[in-house]
């Protein structure tokens, strides 16, 4: 009889077969909304200047952009680039879409990041204290800001922001990730910091309640749990438990679900990035899907899920570790 193939092989042929099916889906979905969308492609082209030109030049602009063939035609079309490695023009930039790309992923990647650490940390370390000092001022407070959090619109807290920090106080700037003229990588790394402050902490802040909510409540199961009991009745103190107990059994739950939650994150980052007018990729979706850009929308919509599945995958992995590591234990 042949072998059986081991365990992880199908978990990876698994992983490839899901992440196939998802883009599928993905670019099915991305060119049935482009066709039902009330913006006429070649008026967004124009800038609203359609009238201004007669009609044989729509004709032969039309024909230039593809736009006098159907929908299924122009997603073979662009299939068939894709498979060439081409991901297409942006009409909206003048440049291929791969260089809109390289130019603004980086910067939601870094915002991201930043982001995604700083909720962790922040989101981590309010859990682990609400949940040690359980019923307390503190641990109510924290959850009451949690379920603040977790209504709370991002963009609504964006202009909070805004007009706390930027108008009011004046500390730091209303927009953009840097000053006019200059471009992010020609400031310096305080300059760079000033203008990730507001976008950074408006993701934090927005997507750290979960992390909180969830730390609190495995921290409070692990404080009740038999061999927690059985330390401090020998005598353990509080602090020796929460470092080789508690923090052990909660802060991998609070990296898989943080990992879980990547979607809500990069959701939060296309709404954080229009805000503030941060020329990253989130940013670039909202206005390829104004403008009806076809090429460049569906590339960054590529690409977000790509992000989003590698974010759901790493979940998924750790979660099997982790489960696996207790039932060795």
Known sequence: MPQLMPTHS????????????????????????????????????????????????????????????????????????????????????????????????????????????????????LGLLAGIYQNSWLDKAVQRFSWLMVCMPSFWLAMLFISLFSIALQLTPVCCAAPIGMTFSEQSVLRMLHHLLLPVATLTVVSMAPIVLHTREKVIDVLQSDYVQYSLAHGDSLLKVVRFHVIRNSLLPAIVLQFATFAELFGGSLIAETVFSFPGLGASIVKAGLASDTDLLMGCTLISALMVFSGNLIATVLSRYFIQEAGDA
């Open 10 to 125: 199908y978990a990876i042929l698994s992983a490839g077969f899901r992440l196939v099916l998802l883009l599928i889906l993905v670019v099915l979905l991305a060119y049935l909304l482009l066709s039902w969308t009330p913006i006429d492609p070649l008026n967004a082209y124009l800038g609203g200047n359609v009238f201004g030109i007669s009609e044989p030049q729509k004709a032969l602009l039309a024909q230039q952009l593809s736009l006098d063939q159907g929908v299924g035609q122009r997603l073979l079309h662009w299939l068939s680039g894709l498979a060439r490695g081409d991901l297409g023009f942006s009409t909206l930039y003048q440049q291929p879409v791969s260089s809109v790309i390289a130019t603004h992923l980086p910067l939601s990647l870094l915002l991201i990041g930043l982001s995604w650490v700083g909720s962790l940390v922040l989101g981590y370390l």
